[in-house]
């Protein structure tokens, strides 16, 4: 299994200019979670997902879209990159909510 | 709120000494506990999951105990080695209005010397 993975694994953006942040599981998971993690700050959740078809916003949502079409999936999308959105960004997979949580790489974001 | 604090921030410990990492949270209304390690610049890494019902969880030369009476984790690492040199962090499974998430410890940056 590959596990969790992300792409890509840095990422320089203008302010303005939108991307999307790719996440891929093959371990059959039905949770799926974005995090950013800041200095400082820790990780905080941005966008969940509990299953195909359905996501949920988490604590810092604004500015970022999410959507679930396949199982193994989910991308995040951002939609005018700003400079408060440098971070590193990292995907997480679960058989649930309260299950064990698997981490990918990460992809370190930067906004000019 | 739910916070989640880590003590210490940072250690320095010589090989192959036992050592003991803290974990402390607010709110005891937790559905479980996990801890993670994360190696400068790379992502997390699973290393123990304990069930908000279990006291005490043993992977190798890791053992995470849990009191949720007094909001307490603690990872202990027996005889120390270089390659655990990294970040570790705890994290409490909550269920908020935010959704289900993890609230992430902001971490113990360990350094195991030669």
């Known amino acids: 299994n590959a596990g969790v993975t992300q792409t890509p694994k840095f990422q320089v953006l203008k302010t303005g200019q939108s991307m999307t942040l790719q996440c891929a599981q093959d371990?059959?998971?039905?949770?799926m979670s974005w995090y950013r993690q800041d200095p400082g700050m820790g990780l905080r959740l941005i966008h969940y997902?509990?299953?195909?078809?359905?996501?949920d916003q988490g604590e810092v949502p604004n500015g970022y879209n999410v959507s679930r079409s396949t199982t193994e999936d989910f991308p995040l999308r951002l939609l005018s990159a700003a400079p408060s959105q440098t971070s590193v960004y990292f995907c997480a997979s679960g058989t649930g909510a309260f299950n064990e949580q698997f981490f990918g790489p990460g992809t370190r974001l930067t906004v000019l | 709120k739910q916070e989640v604090t880590q003590i210490p921030a940072a250690l320095s410990v010589p090989e192959g000494e036992n050592l003991v990492l803290n974990c402390s949270f607010t709110d005891s209304a937790i559905y479980n506990l996990q801890w993670f390690r994360q190696d400068p610049g790379k992502g997390l890494t699973s290393l123990l999951l304990i069930q908000s019902s279990q006291r005490e969880q043993t992977s190798g030369r890791l053992n995470a105990s849990l009191d949720k009476s007094s909001g307490r984790s603690t990872l202990y690492i027996a005889a120390s080695q270089p390659g655990d040199s990294a970040t570790y962090l705890c994290a409490v499974h909550i269920l908020t209005g935010g959704g289900n998430k993890l609230t992430f410890g902001t971490g113990t940056q360990l350094k195991v010397e030669l």
């Open positions: 371990m059959n998971h039905e949770y």
């Open positions: 997902s509990v299953g195909a078809g359905i996501t």
